[in-house]
């Protein structure tokens, strides 16, 4: 079966600013703050679409979430007109706005965990929203993911949405960040790796002790029997807990895959050796493991560079990957060095292109953060109706749309600015309208 995998990047929103409310985010809690501009992150992000798409990948675009969060706002007993709780929550705890304030979803590798439609036993391409207990900024995700989810992958003949897991750290799921997915050919049955910091219902057994586990094993197994996934073509894999006390919050910042190959750091799994042995029988004939060594590049090296929070794809017309890394691992000597030794050799990975994303960097998500991997084929693609696609027509109005709706610089204080809400509710309103989603927004909707 012909397929394509298209990595749909999630448009940066209006709010985005330096709340650190990420516990166990080294890049996110140092830049505490700051100062951020909106208005360069989103079109930083528009510019790595539009260079993939030129490059002859397929690129999606996922719209931001609404920000803030009123429903939160009202839950946690704040009342009034918008201004009003708004400055009522600056008042009781500045942290407490940034979470409803908060542009997280931006970061679309924990939207969701896909499965194609040949990895399934119905024949359909599953999504499940991931939960994100673990951090309340982004616990509050989730409906909106299923709303926007909804409404792009709306043919139920070939899409299945799943509701999130249930709303507990028991069942922490954080999405594809901590889910890659093998194959030799994207139309091929793959083999679904899930990679979990922890088992909830074994509490002997080994775990982090500084930072949290974002993801449970438990999580893992019930998304994998959601999607009706085979036993023989899923693997679950513990991260190792060393390196999430060292800041590898996610999988993702210390492995990426693609096709047959996965580039990991030597200490990212626990049982490695077991993982691998694992994936190769599953996998069968093709399995390519990259293997960095710690004495080329320090874990501290690899979460500070963002070396492996970059994607890692098939480009058309080329036998060897490319990887799309930030500029941050091109400033980091042991990272760059390693990386060049990387493409002048024969391996799969022959090329790495550098992309300015810092202030998505700055706030603790990389490229690959950015990103969702979904598998469709021609069909499923032709089913999807929203204007989701990256063509230069949707470039330049997206481009367009941010440059005339966000600002240049927002400092922690000017969350509490009404103005600013009632800016971001009229900006995301159009938006709906340019990229044909219909009305996907708890504002729009009542």
Known sequence: MTAMEVNFDGLVGPTHNYAGLSHGNVASQSNLGGISNPREAALQGLEKMRALSASGMVQGVLPPHARPH???????????????????AFAAAPPLLGTVMSASPMWTANAATVSPSTDTRDGRVHFTPANLVAMPHRSIEAPQTKRTLDAIFSDEGRFAVHAPLPHHTHFGDEGAA??????????DKGVEIFVYGQEAYSP??????????????EASEAVARLHGLEPDNTVFVQQNPDVIDAGV??????????GSVLFFHEDAFLNKEAALREISEKFGAGFAPVELPREMVSVSEAVSSYLFNSQLLSMPGSTRMTLIAPMEAHDTPAVKHYLDDLTASQGPIGEVRYFDLKQSMRNGGGPACLRLRVVLTDAERAAIKA???????LYEDLKSWVQKNYRDA???EDLKDP?????????????????????????QLT
């Open 70 to 88: 009123v429903e939160t706002l009202k839950q946690l007993g704040f009342h009034g007109s918008l201004d009003q709780m708004l400055e009522s």
């Open 178 to 187: 901590n889910h890659t997915r093998l194959c030799n050919d994207y139309g």
């Open 204 to 217: 002997t057994a080994p775990r982090p002790s500084r930072y949290p586990a974002r993801q449970t094993l």
């Open 249 to 258: 919050f996610h999988n993702d910042v210390i492995a990426v895959g693609n």
């Open 387 to 393: 204007r989701v696609f990256m063509d230069d027509g």
């Open 410 to 412: 927002l400092a922690p």
């Open 419 to 443: 103005q600013l809400a009632e800016e971001s509710f009229s900006a995301l309103d159009e938006l709906t309208g340019i990229m044909q989603l219909g009305s996907i927004y708890p504002f």
